[in-house]
Every structure is written in structure tokens, then in C-alpha cells.
């Protein structure tokens, strides 16, 4: 399993751009990127999942760069409502592999 | 269309008490998963399935034991509960496609758990 490092935390301001980059530098040939968002007192939410290059959905934006050792998550104008615990996760897609999720970033927005 | 659904969402116990959790799911998912999680931290992964009749271990499966009897159902059970177990405990699930896991999990609401 490809260890992620990401910043414990990070602040910004409604209506900025917000990146959060994950650092996985033994990613493996068949791991994907995937990221999740948790609320306070809720279960994560699937947000993002890449294997390389970009990936854009109606949530947010995964930046992958060519040697995949780490991905950047791209939120457009952020609002009070996002902050949040992001996980950045890397894995394969055997049936048996397990799904490991580490620390987290805490994002918290500031009017 | 419920989701993934939790049970109970809050116990209290007494150590050396046992009690079963009961995770259900509706989406005809392939895998499902026990996490806990603790404040102030990550989730950590307690046992784990991929499908009907299967079981495996995650990151953190001492003195927890789980059953998937049926597909839509993932029990956890402690047998005797210590205060180290306290915690919020998460059910999730996950579908299959092409043969490969997706990895895009589903989180049920949570059961949180008190040890005395």
C-alpha cells in the first residue's frame, strides 16, 4: 500500500481557490487517486478518484503530474460550507486489497 | 433508497459487556468494511469483506469479530468490551465493476460507542 503525506491542516477564505496535494512517492503501476471529503459527525464522502493526468467532476478538480507521486485536489471558490476533513487515498482495485485512509487534511474557511 | 444504515447509532458499556453492531446496506455492494475512528483522527480499518461468506482482517482487528452471512449485512461484534474500544464506528460499502473493486466507498451515519 503507497503511504500518503498530507498537510495536517490548511485555512483559507470564501470564494478561493483551495489546493490540497497529497504526497505518494511508492505509488505503484495500478494504484489509483482517490479523495474523500469529511463533514464533523458524518461518514466521508466520495469526492474525486484519478489515475493520471486531470479529472474534473460538478465538485472539485484532481491534478495528477506525469510521474504520479503525488496529486493535488483543486476546489473552485470555496464557501463556509466546505470546510472539512479531505482524505487523500491510494490503492489498487484487487477485491481483496484494503482500503486505508490516513490522517486527513482539516480545512477550515473563513469568511 | 436508505443507503448504508447503522445500528444502533449510540450504546453505552459496561468493560466486559458484548454487544453486536449491524451494518445494511441496500445497493447489492459487493464489499463492505468496519472502520473506526477516534477523535481528532483518521479512520482505521477494523475487518473487512468481499462478499457473501468472506471475511478479512484490516489494520486494527483485536478483540473484534464480524459475520457476512448475507450480502446486504456486515455484523461487528466485540466480546468484551474495553474502554480502548470507545469510539465512532463507521460501515461502509463498495461496488464492483469489470471485476475490479471501484473503490468509491459509501459511509453509513456512524454508531457512536461508549465503553465505561
Known amino acids: 500500500l503507497a503511504k500518503t503525506t498530507q498537510p495536517i491542516s490548511m485555512d483559507s477564505y470564501e470564494g478561493q481557490e483551495v489546493n490540497i496535494t497529497c504526497s505518494h512517492n511508492n505509488i505503484a503501476t495500478n494504484d489509483y487517486i482517490t479523495w474523500y471529503q469529511q463533514f464533523p459527525s458524518q461518514g466521508p464522502r466520495f469526492i474525486i478518484q484519478g489515475y493520471k493526468t486531470k479529472v474534473t467532476n460538478e465538485v472539485a478538480s484532481l491534478f495528477i503530474p506525469a510521474d504520479r507521486k503525488s496529486s493535488t485536489l483543486s476546489l473552485p471558490r470555496v464557501s463556509l460550507s466546505d470546510t472539512a476533513v479531505y482524505y487523500c487515498l491510494v490503492g489498487n482495485m484487487n477485491r481483496d486489497d484494503k482500503i486505508i485512509f490516513g490522517k486527513g487534511t482539516r480545512l477550515h474557511i473563513l469568511p | 433508497n436508505a443507503g448504508v444504515t447503522q445500528t444502533p447509532k449510540f450504546r453505552v458499556l459496561k468493560t466486559g459487556q458484548s454487544m453486536t453492531l449491524l451494518c445494511a446496506q441496500d445497493m447489492n455492494h459487493e464489499y463492505m468494511y468496519w472502520y473506526r475512528q477516534d477523535p481528532g483522527m483518521g479512520l482505521r480499518l477494523i475487518h473487512y469483506s468481499v462478499g457473501e461468506g468472506t471475511t478479512a482482517k484490516g489494520e486494527v482487528p483485536d478483540g473484534y469479530n464480524v459475520s457476512r452471512l448475507k450480502k446486504q449485512n456486515f455484523l461487528l461484534g466485540l466480546e468484551s468490551a474495553a474502554p480502548s474500544q470507545t469510539s465512532v464506528y463507521f460501515c461502509?460499502?463498495?461496488?464492483?465493476?469489470?471485476?475490479?473493486?471501484?473503490?468509491?466507498?459509501?459511509f453509513g451515519e456512524g454508531s457512536r460507542l461508549t465503553v465505561l
Open positions: 461502509a460499502s463498495s461496488y464492483e465493476a469489470g471485476g475490479l473493486n471501484t473503490g468509491e466507498l459509501f
